[in-house]
C-alpha cells in the first residue's frame, strides 16, 4: 500500500472539491474492496477523502412514493429496512446473499455499485489485465475463466461485474444521483451507470472525476414476486456464479436482471417482455449475443435453468 | 496447570490493565517515528481508540488497518490476521456495537470508535457465555480463527434480536427466528478450516438458548 | 524404552484420565485470545522490524538482475535481502523446492527477496518497488499433457503386485474399469506461515509455526549453514498445519536472514495471497481403476494406477497405497507414476494418498457393487481382508472395517436409501453414498521428559506441537493416569526445541506416538520416585496422588523432595509394524440434496464411523474427525487450485478464489468410535483419527449425489457445471 495522506471530508461539495483538485485521490466509505485493492497496489491513492461523516446515511421516502437510499447506508440496514423489507424485497434478498455479515455492516450503497471486478488476474499483479493496466492484454481470455462474463465481453477483457445489490437495483430501475466537483448535481439510471469493457475495461463507470454519488432513488414500488436467485459453489459468502434478480407479477410478466454474466448488471428490456413465455424464451433474450468460453459455456445453461426455477417459484 | 503460557496471560493483564490511558507511538522505535515524521508528517495521524472500555491515544501510520493497530501496536493479539483481505473472518471485532473485519477498515477512520476484541469479552477464569460454550463444546481446534468466531457469534446472537434478516430468513416481514440454519448462514463469514463448524454451532444454539 | 511386543495391562488401563471427555486444557486460552501464535510474541523492550517477502513473477527461470536501489531508500527500510545475494544455499532434507537463495527461480512465487523496515506497512510497501529482470523458461504445468512423460519413480516403493493381475482380470465374469482426476489442493490453514528471528552473536531464536519442531530445526540449519545446536525454536500454538507446516518453510528461512541483514528481531508472515504458490499443495491426480469380481461380489482382481506430478526430485502422490491393504483379491496390481512439472512444489496434505487414492478408489467400489447388483456396503463387507492381501502371512493387528460399515449402516438409516435418481424433496434430489475408510498406523521414536515438584505438579516437557488436535490435553491426561494425579496436577510445555524430540504432529501418529514417549517418560519417573523410597517398583501403585507399596503410602509432593524428580525417555519402536500390518478403518455415510435446477450439492447429513483403537479423548478425536469431514466436503464440491497451464501457476490464490467449506455448507455431523484397544500399537493401544476421518469423505459425497442424481461424476470437484447437463429438464 502506497502511502497516502488522509482527510475527513466536512460536506458533499468540499469531498467533491478535494477529489476534483487531486486526480490521485479516491474516496473511502466502507474501504472493504479500496483497501483489498490498495494493499496489493491495484489501487494506489496518494490521498483519501473520508466521506463516512457526511449524513448520506438516510432512507426517505420520495414525493412521488419511491424510495431515497444514501449513498453511505449500509447494506445491513438497506437491507433491514423495513420499507425495503416490505416493497422492495429483491433488494434486501440481493443484499443478504452478498459478501458476509461483518462486510455488510461496513458496505456501503455506493460503494457496492463502485466495487470492482474479482477477476483473479485483476488481482494478481504479475499477470497481464487491460482492466489493471490498460494494453498489458486480457490473462482470462484463454485462461482460468470458470467465473468470467458471457455476455458483453470484449477482446479486452471478460471480467463479471460481482455485485449482488447491483443486480436487484437494475432490476428495480434504480437512479443514482451525484454530486460533481462544480456543485452541479445529475441523475443517471442506472442501466447507463455501469460500462462494457469494449477497449477501455478500465473505465467501469460514467462518472467523471471527481464526481460522486450521493444516493441511489427507487422508482415506487410496483408489487409482484420479489426473488433473488445466487448460485454458487458454496452455500455462503461466495461471489455469484450466476444470480436471478427477478421481480414477476401475477400475470406472469415482469422483470429480470442477472449477475455473474457480464461486465455490468445484465438487464435486457427486451426479454422482460419475453418473461411470460417462460424460461428458455426469456434467457434466449438475454444471452442472444454470448460469446461463453470453453470454461463458462456452462452458465448459459444455468442461467435458463434458474431463471426457470425463479419463474417457478413466483408462481408458487 | 502451571506453564510459561499461563505466566505469559498474568504478564499480558498487567500490562493491558496498567493504566487507564495509554499512548502508543507506532509498533517501531522513537527513531522511526522520527524518521516517519521527517518523510511526510502527513502520512501519520493521531487517532483515540476505546479498546474493551480502556483508551488509546495513538500516532499511526494513515496505511495501518484497524487490525494492525490493535495486534502490533496495543499488542491484542487475540484479533488474528488470517488472510488480510476480508476474506476469512478471523479479525472479527464489534465496532460501535456491530461486527466487522478490522483488517479493511483503517485506524484512522475509527477515531473515537468503541471497539471490542476478543479480549474485552472474557478472561481465563472469567468467560463471557459463548467463550465458555465454545470450550465446553470444543468449538474449535487449532483455536486461530477462534476469536473471530466468538465476536461474530456475540454479534449475530444480537444481529437476530435485532431482526435483521439474512439469506436463510423466510418471510422478510416478520422477525428473525433464532434456529442453526440462521446462525449457520450468519456466521459463514468466520472460516475455521479446522473444520469445527458442527461443535461451534452447538456452542451457539446452546446460548442462544434453542434446540439444535 | 523399545516397544516390541504387544502392551499388556499397563496403568493407562485404569481409563480414570485417559479415555475421559475432557476439555482442552488450553480451551481457556484459545477462547479468550490469550494464546501466542508465531508472529505474536512481544517484548516491550524488543525492537521488531517487519519483513515482506517478494515472490517470483514467473514460474521457472533465471532473475537476470534485480534492481533494489528504489527500496532502499523507501521511508523505514532497513534492509533488502535477495535471493542472487544470499547465494545457492544447501536444502534442507525435507524440502524439493528450494526456499530462497540463488538466481534460479523454480516456480511461481518462490521467495526472491525480503524487504525489512521499520513497520509493516513501510515494508509492504517497499516490497512492490523492487524490479527484477527475468530470463523466462519454458515450464511444463499441464498434468495431462504430462502424463506420457511420466516414470517409475526410483524410490519409495512405487509399483507392488500379486497373482496374476491380467490374466484374472480378463477372465472375471464381471469387470470394471474407469478412469477419476483429483485437482491440486490447498492446505488453506487459517494461520498464515509466520516466523520472528532473533540472532544474539551466532546463535539464532525463532519463534515460529512449525509440526515437526526437530526437522525444522535441523532443515533451517542446513539452509543457513549454522550449527544446529545454535538455534533455539520454539512453536507452542500453531494455527493449523494439515501437513502444511511439516517441513521448513520460507518465512523461517527469511525471518533468520533478514534479521541477520538489519541486525533487529525481525517478523515474516507469508501473506494470504502468496502462501498457495510459494508453500507446498497437495498434487493433483490422474487414476485408473480396474476391478473383476464373480457374480456374487468376490473381488478376484483389482488394480489401482496413479499419475501425479512435481518438481524434479519430489515424490508422487502415493495415491494407490490404501489399494494394496484396503480389500482382498488374490490378482492385484498398483502403480505410480510422477512426471515432472514445474509447478509450485507438491507435498504432504492430511491424508496424503489416502484422500485423493480413496476420492477414486470409493468411488469404484459404487460403481462395481451398481454393476454387480450388490449394496455397497454389502458389496465391502464381502471384500473384507484380516490378512495384508499382497503378503497374505502378514496379518492385521486388529481391524473392524465390517464392524464400521454395519454401525454406521445401521445408525443412518441406510436401508432406507433409492434407486438413482429416485428421491425428490421440492426442488431438491437427495441421495446417499457410503464410502470405506482406510489410513495407516505410522510410528516414529518420540521423546519427553516429565519433571514432578515439590508441590506434587507434574509437568510433561516435549517438542511435540499441538495444531489444533488436543496434543496439549491428551498429553496431560496421559501423564496424569501414570502418575495417579487428576488433570489439573499435570502441566504440559510443548514445541520447543530445549525439550526432547517427539515423534510431532503429521501422518496421524502424533497422538498415539507422543502419549507412548509420555508414557515411557512417566515410567521413569515411576522408578525414580520407587527408588528414592526404597520400593519394590514391581508392586508400586500410583494413585490418588499418592505412591503405595505394601501398606506404605507416600503423596507425591512428599516423594518428589524439594529438588523434585525428573523421569526422560523416548519410546522406539520394534518390528510389530512389520509383522502386522496396522491401520485404522473407519466407514462415512453422507445424504446429499442435489438442486434439480441449479445443480448445486449440499450436504444433509454426515456420520463418521471410526476403528482407531483407543481413543484418548472422545472429545478432541471427535473433533478431529469432524474437521476431516469438513475438509472432505471442501475436497469433494468446491476446493481446487486452478493451474494456469500457460503461465504455470494457481491463479485462484486466495481465500476467495480457493473455496473451502463455510458455516453454511456444514450440517451437523455425527461420529461413532468404536470401542477397541489395539496392543500391538503402543502401550496406549490408540492409533490416529485426524486422516481416518478425511480418507474416503469426498466418495461418499460423491456415491451420494450419484445416488441423488443418477450422474457419475469421477473429476473433483463435483461442481454445478459438471451435473447440470444431466440434471432433469425444468424450464
Redesign the interface.
Known amino acids: 500500500m502506497r502511502a497516502f495522506t488522509y482527510e475527513r471530508a466536512s460536506s458533499v461539495e468540499a469531498a467533491a472539491k478535494a477529489a476534483a483538485s487531486n486526480p490521485e485521490a479516491k474516496f473511502i466509505a466502507g474501504g472493504t474492496n479500496l483497501l483489498d485493492l490498495m494493499k496489493l497496489e491495484i489501487e494506489t491513492p496518494t490521498h483519501l477523502i473520508d466521506i463516512n461523516g457526511l449524513g448520506l446515511d438516510k432512507i426517505e421516502t420520495t414525493a412521488d412514493g419511491g424510495l431515497r437510499i444514501g449513498a453511505l447506508v449500509r447494506n445491513t440496514d438497506l437491507a433491514a429496512h423495513e420499507t425495503v423489507r416490505r416493497d422492495y424485497g429483491l433488494l434486501s434478498r440481493a443484499l443478504v446473499a452478498g459478501a458476509s455479515g461483518q462486510l455488510r455492516n461496513r458496505a456501503t450503497t455506493a460503494g457496492n455499485l463502485l466495487q470492482r471486478t474479482r477477476c483473479p488476474y485483476f488481482y494478481d499483479t504479475n499477470q497481464p489485465c487491460n482492466k489493471r493496466q490498460p494494453g498489458s492484454g486480457c490473462s482470462a481470455i484463454g485462461g482460468f475463466s470458470r467465473q468470467h462474463a458471457v455476455v458483453g465481453t470484449s477482446d479486452a477483457c471478460i471480467a463479471t461485474h460481482p455485485s449482488d445489490m447491483a443486480i436487484a437495483m437494475s432490476a428495480l430501475d434504480a437512479v443514482v444521483e451525484t454530486a460533481k466537483s462544480d456543485g452541479s448535481r445529475r441523475s443517471i439510471p442506472i442501466a447507463d451507470f455501469h460500462r462494457l469493457p469494449g477497449d477501455t475495461p478500465h473505465i467501469e463507470t460514467i462518472l467523471e472525476s471527481g464526481e460522486f454519488i450521493t444516493a441511489v432513488v427507487l422508482p415506487p414500488p410496483f408489487g409482484g414476486k420479489h426473488i433473488y436467485r445466487k448460485v454458487r459453489d458454496r452455500a455462503s459468502y461466495a461471489f455469484a456464479i450466476v444470480s436471478i434478480g427477478a421481480v414477476i407479477q401475477q400475470d406472469g410478466t415482469g422483470r429480470v436482471a442477472v449477475g455473474g454474466v457480464a461486465h455490468k448488471p445484465w438487464r435486457i428490456e427486451a426479454a422482460d417482455t419475453e418473461l411470460p413465455k417462460g424460461a428458455r424464451v426469456t434467457a434466449s433474450a438475454l444471452l442472444a449475443d454470448a460469446r461463453p468460453t470453453e470454461q463458462n459455456r456452462f452458465k448459459i445453461d444455468l442461467v435458463e435453468r434458474a431463471l426457470g426455477a425463479v419463474i417457478a417459484e413466483a408462481r408458487d | 496447570?502451571?506453564?510459561?503460557?499461563q505466566l505469559?496471560?498474568s504478564r499480558?493483564n498487567l500490562?493491558i490493565s496498567s493504566a487507564a490511558t495509554i499512548a502508543v507511538t507506532?509498533?517501531?522505535?522513537g527513531e522511526?517515528v522520527a524518521?516517519?515524521a521527517r518523510?511526510?508528517m502527513?502520512?501519520m495521524?493521531k487517532v483515540s481508540l476505546s479498546v474493551n472500555g480502556e483508551s488509546y491515544n495513538l500516532d499511526v501510520?494513515?496505511?495501518?488497518?484497524l487490525l494492525?493497530a490493535l495486534?502490533?501496536h496495543l499488542?491484542?493479539?487475540?484479533?488474528?490476521?488470517?488472510?488480510?483481505?476480508?476474506?476469512?473472518?478471523?479479525c472479527?471485532v464489534i465496532v460501535d456495537g456491530?461486527?466487522?473485519?478490522s483488517c479493511?477498515?483503517?485506524a484512522?477512520?475509527h477515531d473515537g470508535d468503541e471497539v471490542i476484541?476478543?479480549?474485552g469479552?472474557?478472561?481465563?477464569?472469567a468467560?463471557h457465555p459463548l467463550?465458555?460454550a465454545?470450550?465446553?463444546h470444543?468449538g474449535?481446534?487449532?483455536?486461530?480463527?477462534?476469536?473471530g468466531q466468538?465476536c461474530?457469534s456475540v454479534?449475530?446472537l444480537e444481529?437476530i434480536k435485532?431482526?435483521?434478516?439474512?439469506?436463510?430468513?423466510g418471510d422478510?416481514?416478520t422477525q428473525a427466528a433464532v434456529t442453526?440454519a440462521e446462525?449457520?448462514?450468519?456466521?459463514?463469514?468466520?472460516?475455521?478450516?479446522?473444520?469445527?463448524?458442527?461443535?461451534?454451532?452447538?456452542a451457539i444454539v446452546e446460548v442462544a438458548g434453542t434446540k439444535? | 524404552m523399545q516397544f516390541d511386543r504387544p502392551a499388556t495391562t499397563n496403568p493407562i488401563d485404569r481409563l480414570k484420565v485417559v479415555g475421559q471427555p475432557i476439555r482442552r486444557i488450553d480451551g481457556q486460552l484459545k477462547t479468550t485470545g490469550r494464546a501466542m501464535y508465531a508472529y505474536e510474541w512481544h517484548d516491550t523492550n524488543t525492537p521488531y522490524a517487519y519483513g515482506y517477502p517478494v515472490g517470483a513473477a514467473i514460474a521457472k527461470g533465471r532473475i537476470k538482475s534485480i534492481d533494489i536501489s528504489a527500496a532502499e531508500k523507501a521511508p523505514g527500510v532497513l534492509a533488502v535481502v535477495t535471493a542472487p545475494e544470499v547465494g545457492e544455499r544447501k536444502k534442507g532434507k525435507f524440502n524439493t523446492a528450494k526456499l530462497f537463495g540463488g538466481d534460479q527461480v523454480q516456480h511461481y512465487h518462490q521467495a526472491i527477496a525480503v524487504v525489512v523496515a521499520e513497520t509493516f506497512e513501510q515494508a509492504r510497501a517497499a516490497a512492490t518497488l523492487i524490479s527484477v529482470d527475468y530470463a523466462e523458461e519454458k515450464g511444463s504445468f499441464d498434468l495431462r499433457q504430462a502424463m506420457d512423460t511420466a516414470v517409475k519413480p526410483a524410490s519409495g516403493d512405487p509399483d507392488s503386485g500379486a497373482g496374476d493381475f491380467d490374466t484374472a482380470f480378463k477372465a472375471a465374469p464381471v469387470t470394471f474399469e474407469e478412469s477419476y482426476s483429483t485437482p491440486d489442493q490447498s492446505h488453506a490453514m487459517m494461520e498464515p506461515h509466520a516466523s520472528i528471528a532473533v540472532w544474539e552473536g551466532d546463535e539464532l531464536t525463532l519463534w515460529t509455526s512449525s509440526q515437526m519442531i526437530d526437522w525444522w530445526r535441523s532443515d533451517l540449519a542446513t539452509t543457513l549453514d549454522v550449527d544446529k545446536e545454535k538455534i533455539h525454536l520454539m512453536s507452542p500454538f500453531i494455527g493449523g498445519g494439515f501437513g502444511g507446516k511439516l517441513f521448513l518453510r520460507a518465512d523461517a528461512v527469511l525471518a533468520a536472514f533478514a534479521a541477520k541483514a538489519a541486525k533487529r528481531p525481525v517478523k515474516v508472515a507469508l501473506p494470504r495471497p502468496f502462501m498457495m504458490n510459494n508453500t507446498t499443495h497437495r498434487p493433483a491426480t490422474i487414476q485408473r481403476v480396474r476391478i473383476g469380481a464373480q457374480r456374487d461380489g468376490k473381488i478376484t482382481a483389482i488394480a489401482h494406477e496413479s499419475w501425479s506430478g512435481d518438481q524434479p526430485g519430489g515424490q508422487p502422490e502415493a495415491a494407490v497405497m490404501q489399494t494394496r491393504l484396503l480389500y482382498a483379491g488374490e490378482n492385484r496390481m498398483t502403480a505410480m507414476r510422477l512426471a515432472t512439472l514445474d509447478l509450485p512444489e507438491g507435498n504432504a496434505m492430511r491424508a496424503p494418498g489416502e484422500a485423493p487414492g480413496l476420492m477414486a478408489l470409493e468411488i469404484a467400489m459404487d460403481e462395481m457393487a451398481e454393476k454387480i447388483g450388490i449394496d455397497p456396503v454389502e458389496f465391502r463387507i464381502i471384500n473384507d481382508t484380516q490378512v495384508d492381501p499382497e503378503k497374505t502371512e502378514r496379518p492385521f493387528s486388529y481391524r473392524n472395517l465390517i464392524g464400521c460399515l454395519k454401525t454406521g449402516a445401521d445408525h443412518f438409516n441406510w436401508s432406507a436409501r433409492g434407486r438413482p435418481g429416485s428421491r425428490r424433496e421440492g426442488n431438491w434430489l437427495i441421495g446417499m453414498g457410503v464410502a470405506a475408510a482406510f489410513r495407516n498406523n505410522i510410528h516414529f521414536p518420540s521423546g519427553a521428559r516429565v519433571r514432578l515438584n515439590a508441590e506434587g505438579v507434574v509437568t510433561v516437557e516435549t517438542d511435540m506441537t499441538d495444531i489444533g488436535t488436543g496434543s496439549y490435553t491428551i498429553i496431560a491426561q496421559t501423564a496424569a493416569e501414570m502418575m495417579g494425579l487428576t488433570i489439573d496436577k499435570v502441566a504440559v510445555q510443548l514445541g520447543d526445541s530445549r525439550f526432547p524430540v517427539s515423534a510431532g504432529s503429521g501422518g496421524q501418529f502424533g497422538a498415539n506416538c507422543s502419549t507412548a514417549g509420555v508414557y515411557a517418560a512417566c515410567v521413569k519417573l515411576r522408578e525414580a520416585v520407587s527408588q528414592k523410597l526404597g520400593f519394590n517398583s514391581a508392586d508400586v501403585i500410583f494413585e490418588n496422588g499418592e505412591v503405595r507399596s505394601g501398606n506404605r503410602a507416600v503423596p507425591l509432593a512428599e516423594a518428589a523432595g524439594s529438588k523434585g524428580l525428573v523421569g526422560e525417555d523416548t519410546i522406539q519402536w520394534g518390528n510389530l509394524t512389520e509383522t502386522h500390518q496396522q491401520s485404522t478403518f473407519g466407514a462415512h455415510f453422507v445424504e446429499v440434496g442435489v438442486d434439480v435446477a441449479t445443480g448445486e450439492s449440499r450436504i444433509r447429513r454426515m456420520l463418521a464411523v471410526c476403528a482407531a483403537g483407543r481413543i484418548l479423548n472422545p472429545v478432541t478425536a471427535r473433533s478431529q474427525v469432524l474437521g476431516a469431514m469438513t475438509m472432505g466436503a471442501g475436497g469433494a464440491l468446491s476446493e481446487e487450485l486452478a493451474v494456469d497451464t500457460r503461465r504455470g501457476f494457481f491463479v485462484n490464490h486466495d481465500l476467495a478464489g480457493y473455496e473451502v467449506p463455510v458455516h453454511a455448507d456444514i450440517p451437523h455431523q455425527e461420529v461413532i468410535f468404536m470401542d477397541e484397544t489395539d496392543p500391538m500399537s503402543s502401550p496406549m493401544k490408540a492409533k490416529g483419527v485426524g486422516e481416518l476421518g478425511l480418507c474416503g469423505v469426498s466418495a461418499a459425497i460423491a456415491n451420494a449425489i450419484y445416488n441423488a442424481t443418477g450422474i457419475r461424476v469421477r473429476h473433483y470437484p463435483i461442481t454445478l457445471d459438471k451435473l447440470i447437463g444431466g440434471l432433469p429438464d425444468v424450464a
Open positions: 496447570m502451571q506453564s510459561p503460557i505469559e496471560i499480558r500490562l507506532g509498533a517501531a522505535t522511526a524518521q516517519g518523510t511526510s502527513q502520512h495521524s501510520d494513515n496505511r495501518t488497518t494492525d495486534r502490533e499488542h491484542l493479539t487475540g484479533t488474528k490476521k488470517g488472510c488480510d483481505h476480508g476474506q476469512c473472518g478471523a472479527t456491530r461486527r466487522i473485519n479493511l477498515t483503517l484512522v477512520m476484541t476478543i479480549e469479552l472474557g478472561q481465563p477464569g468467560l467463550q465458555a465454545f470450550v465446553k470444543d474449535f481446534q487449532c483455536g486461530y480463527c477462534t476469536p466468538i461474530s454479534a449475530v444481529e435485532a431482526n435483521i434478516p439474512s439469506h436463510v430468513t422478510l416481514t442453526p446462525i449457520r448462514e450468519r456466521m459463514s463469514g468466520n472460516i475455521c478450516r479446522c473444520g469445527a463448524y458442527s461443535n461451534i454451532i452447538d439444535a
